[in-house]
């Protein structure tokens, strides 16, 4: 079997990483060309991804990122179309929702190929978001879809999708965690050079569109670190950078922004920090494989699970008191013991249902 992977985005290197690895086991007969749309062109936020983690070179490189959403779905399904003509996979594998998941889906799904789609079925309810129009729309396209969780196989009955598309895999992200930390442990040393101490700092990630590009949002979380008793590191997403100099925003004293962070130094600074704050989806489950709680900086999450184990806390920016109320819960928080997300072995399952069947 021939797969075609599309990935562009940070989530999205981590999860071929280790979907990729499984790929490449003795006796599988499985061949796999990587396309990358170049989504995420910053080399912090995509070359040392596939440095430490060991992913195969991609095959075709497309550069299309920086514009709009309209502007980079529709050059990536131009592109992607180009390279399914030329390559005629058995079938399409994507990650996530971002628009280079969407953009091969749709270029695959039009020239009849079958697409897989891992991380199936998640949903935060709120079509304002991009994210969650490209993975609805994802998943309606798809062949066959991985889902993460029961709570993600649940929403697909509920939209209509019951059949034997839909496979309940695990999350690949809790593979990557188990099989990564060693190795982050023994190579990192953004501890030492960032100067922290173990649980004395917050870690804070912030990049979505509705908080990213609002200016109010931005300086409603940025005041409720400015009042907080710890210390906050903020790896600055280009965006998140571009938006703060165009509004004019400074940072407050004890917010101290460092570039992108590889997956390495990243695994290092969850496991260490007292709280992470972030309006990621990834970043809220790498914090609660590490244990550390986490203040989510939206209405609303994909990962309810965690909300409802108390490991993650919903704080929307909506007022300096919300994010504050988050973020003094969190302090002291112990969730429940849960394992919502499989057992480390998503991958394999991924690769064994690709290699059993006859997709047509």
Same mark, same amino acid.
């Given at each position: 079997?021939?797969?075609?992977?599309?990935?562009?985005?940070? =989530? +999205?290197?981590?999860?071929? !990483?280790?979907?990729?690895?499984? *790929?490449?086991?003795?006796? @599988?007969?499985?061949?796999?060309?990587?396309?990358?749309?170049? +989504?995420?062109?910053?080399?912090n936020m995509s070359d040392i991804f596939f440095k430490e983690l060991e992913i195969p070179e991609p095959t075709h490189h497309l550069g299309i990122g920086g514009g709009t959403h309209g502007s980079n779905t529709g050059k990536m399904i131009e592109a992607v179309e180009v390279v399914l003509m030329k390559e005629k996979p058995d079938c399409l594998l994507v990650y996530g929702d971002t628009d280079s998941t969407l953009a091969g889906a749709l270029a695959a799904v039009k020239l009849h190929i079958p697409v897989a789609h891992v991380e199936a079925g998640l949903r935060s309810f709120n079509r304002r978001m991009p994210e969650e129009i490209n993975r609805i729309l994802t998943d309606h396209a798809s062949t066959l879809l991985f889902a993460p969780t029961q709570t993600a196989v649940t929403n697909l009955q509920t939209e209509g999708i019951t059949d034997s598309r839909v496979h309940l895999v695990g999350d690949v992200m809790l593979d990557a965690a188990m099989h990564y930390e060693p190795m982050a442990l023994k190579k990192s040393r953004v501890l030492e050079t960032l100067g922290l101490s173990t649980k004395? *700092?917050? $870690? !804070?990630?912030?990049?979505? !569109? &509705?908080?990213?590009?609002?200016? #109010? @949002?931005?300086?409603?979380? $940025? &005041?409720s670190f400015a009042n907080f008793e710890l210390p906050v590191v903020m790896p600055m997403h280009p965006r998140t950078k571009s938006r703060l100099a165009e509004f004019g925003i400074?940072? =407050?004293?004890?917010?101290?922004?460092? !570039?992108?962070? #590889?997956?390495?130094?990243?695994?290092?600074?969850?496991?260490?920090?007292?709280?992470?704050?972030?309006? %990621?989806? #990834?970043?809220?489950?790498e914090a609660f494989y590490y244990q550390t709680p986490c203040v989510t900086l939206r209405e609303e999450t994909e990962w309810t699970e965690l909300v409802e184990a108390e490991w993650n806390f919903l704080? /929307? /920016?909506? %007022?300096?008191?919300?994010?504050?109320?988050?973020? &003094?819960?969190?302090?002291?928080?112990?969730?429940? =013991?849960? +394992? =919502?997300?499989?057992?480390?072995?998503?991958? +394999? @399952?991924?690769?064994?249902? $690709? &290699? %059993?069947v006859v997709v047509s």
């Open positions: 079997m021939k797969i075609i992977t599309v990935i562009g985005a940070r =989530p +999205q290197f981590i999860k071929a !990483a280790v979907v990729s690895r499984a *790929f490449r086991e003795i006796d @599988r007969d499985i061949t796999e060309q990587i396309v990358h749309t170049g +989504q995420h062109f910053d080399a004395k *700092f917050v $870690l !804070a990630t912030i990049h979505r !569109a &509705e908080n990213a590009d609002d200016a #109010g @949002r931005m300086k409603i979380i $940025l &005041e400074d940072l =407050p004293r004890n917010v101290r922004a460092v !570039a992108p962070v #590889g997956y390495f130094d990243m695994i290092v600074l969850e496991l260490n920090a007292r709280i992470v704050a972030t309006d %990621s989806g #990834g970043v809220q489950k704080a /929307p /920016p909506l %007022s300096v008191d919300h994010i504050r109320l988050g973020l &003094e819960k969190a302090m002291g928080a112990k969730g429940s =013991p849960i +394992q =919502p997300y499989g057992d480390g072995y998503a991958a +394999q @399952r991924i690769a064994d249902v $690709l &290699e %059993s």
